[in-house]
Structures are given as C-alpha cells and as structure tokens.
C-alpha cells in the first residue's frame, strides 16, 4: 500500500518568509510524528499526535513552530518567520498505534537563505 | 547524558562480508524498544528491524540482526553478506514505555561503505 507522502519534496525560501510543509500518514495510522534532521545529524522529535488527543509539542523547538492535523489525517507543519537555522530535512513518520515502529515519509529538504 | 550512542561514524566492509554497527542506550524504564533504521543517499528512513527489552531472543529479519546484550545496555546490528545496496547511514533508536513514550530517540548515526 501506499506510504507516508510529503510535499514539497524541496522548499527553498528567504529568510523571514512563513513555510507550511504537508505530511499525508499511511491509512489508518492514528499516531503522527514531525521530526527535524539537520545537516549530518540525527533525528530531533518535533511533535506528536495521536488521534483526537492534544498532540505532543514538548520538541518543538519555538514558538515559531507549530502542526496541526485535521481530521485525524493530514498534518501539515508550519514555520513563522524562518530563519538559517530552520534549514533542515524535516521527516514526518505515522504508525497504527503509539506503540508500533513508525514508518517514515521522504522528507522535505528547506533551505532558509 | 545521551540515551543513544553510535560510536562509529564510519565503518567499511568488503562486499559479501559481515558487519556490526554498534549501539549502546542509557535508560532507567524497564519497557523500551530498540529500532534500526537506514538512511540511503536518497534520505528516507527505511525501518530495519525492532527489538524489545522483553523479547527473549534476538531479533532477526532476512539478512539483519540484533545483538541484544541487556545487561550491557547494547544493541548492535549485525548485517551478514553485505552487499553494494547497503552503503548508507544507520540509525540505532529508542522508545522508552513511559518517559519518551511518545517519540522516538535517535542516535548520531554511522555512515557505512560497503568496497566491491
């Protein structure tokens, strides 16, 4: 079946600009995660939902940052004001439950100049 | 502290050989998983393999396995046969029952070559 999809696949943007970046889950998957890659590094948790729950925020890094899903499905990640430091491959992951292996999306690559 | 060190940034293994990637975890939740994922040039996340801190034996799936010492807080992934299409990052990851519940933890990863 399909897997987690996100778009743009590259987002190249000035600095101060507002960036919203899309994560489409795997069907049926209720637990959503937005994780940050910066260059060369490992993976730094951002957010999490679980269906109608209130989601996670405990790793977003400001009050920059914000996600919100809709009917349980669709997330879409949105950055205010960007800055330098914002660039980054931002990685959606989803699984059927909080407590099954997550599955990972392609990531989108943003560039701040 | 980190909950999650890779120790190898780099290793290399000759085509058709075995490898071991090493992990190691600090945690204090008696419920935990260990994940290992692979990051190809492409960059996305491919799971690899799971394993529980109450699973009995160690985890194996087609040519990966873990080598899960509990006491020892490690949990290495062992790749037999290595073949061109292994060459990219691995990541260890873990998720604690209840202080990390919600996430996943990574470790800073190690970059691996495999030579024909």
């Known amino acids: 079946g399909a897997g987690v999809s996100q778009s743009p696949s590259n987002k190249v943007t000035e600095k101060g600009k507002d960036v919203e970046l899309r994560c489409d889950p795997i069907?049926?998957?209720?637990?959503l995660y937005w994780y940050r890659q910066s260059l060369g590094q490992g993976l730094e948790f951002l957010i999490y939902f679980q269906g109608n729950s209130a989601p996670d925020k405990s790793g977003l890094p400001s009050d920059r940052f914000s996600a919100e899903r809709t009917g349980g499905s669709v997330s879409t990640l949105t950055i205010q004001r960007t800055q330098q430091e914002d660039s980054a491959v931002y990685l959606c992951?989803?699984?059927?439950?909080?407590?099954?292996?997550?599955?990972f999306g392609p990531g989108t690559r943003l560039l701040v100049l | 502290a980190q909950k999650i060190t890779q120790t190898q940034p780099g290793m290399f293994v000759q085509e058709k050989e075995a490898v071991t990637l090493d992990c190691t975890y600090d945690?204090?939740?008696?419920?935990?998983?260990l994940f290992w994922y692979k990051q190809p040039s492409s960059g996305e996340m491919i799971f690899l393999i799971y394993q529980g801190s109450y699973d009995q034996q160690n985890a194996t799936e087609g040519r990966y396995s873990l080598n899960f010492q509990k006491a020892r807080k490690s949990a290495n992934l062992v790749i037999s046969a290595s073949q061109l299409g292994d060459s990219a990052m691995y990541f260890c990851?873990?998720?604690?029952?209840?202080?990390?519940?919600?996430?996943?933890?990574f470790g800073a990863g190690t970059r691996l070559a495999v030579h024909p």
């Open positions: 069907s049926g998957h209720t637990a």
């Open positions: 945690t204090s939740d008696p419920s935990y998983g």
């Open positions: 990851a873990m998720r604690e029952a209840l202080e990390s519940y919600n996430k996943l933890i």
């Open positions: 992951a989803s699984s059927s439950t909080r407590e099954e292996t997550q599955y």
